[in-house]
């Protein structure tokens, strides 16, 4: 079993910036592709980025250019770096990890979940 812990989240201004982390533990070698994820209330949960054990990455439409998904193995854990942040990105975002997927497909199979970490972009 893998438990995914995600922190870094809070409030920033527009145009501003944040950096989520998700750290593993447990059975951290069964891992191979993660991902972010974020729900706005009333909205259903959306796919933000992933990442394969290689490094090779895949991110949503919405965000190209202004979010940056990395990963340490050697530390178990994925990053999400967002930049030029708008109001419509505010969300609860959640960490995700996926056993099977080799390549970073977009809204791939998921198998562990994180608790989420609100992320509120305001003046």
């Known amino acids: 079993q893998v438990q995914l812990v995600e922190s870094g989240g809070g409030l920033v201004q527009p145009g501003g910036s944040l950096r989520l982390s998700c750290a593993a533990s447990?059975?951290?070698?069964?891992?191979?592709?993660m991902d972010w994820y974020r729900q706005a209330p009333g909205k259903e949960r959306e796919f933000v980025a992933t990442i394969a054990k290689s490094g090779d990455t895949n991110v949503a439409d919405s965000v190209k250019g202004r979010f940056t998904i990395s990963r340490d193995n050697a530390k178990n854990t994925v990053y999400l770096q967002m930049n030029s942040l708008k109001p419509e990105d505010k969300a609860v975002y959640y960490c995700?990890?996926?056993?099977?997927?080799?390549?970073?497909?977009?809204?791939?199979?998921?198998?562990?979940w994180g608790q989420g970490t609100q992320v509120t972009v305001s003046s």
């Open positions: 447990g059975t951290i070698f069964s891992i191979n592709t």
């Open positions: 995700a990890a996926d056993r099977n997927r080799v390549m970073p497909t977009r809204q791939g199979e998921i198998d562990y």
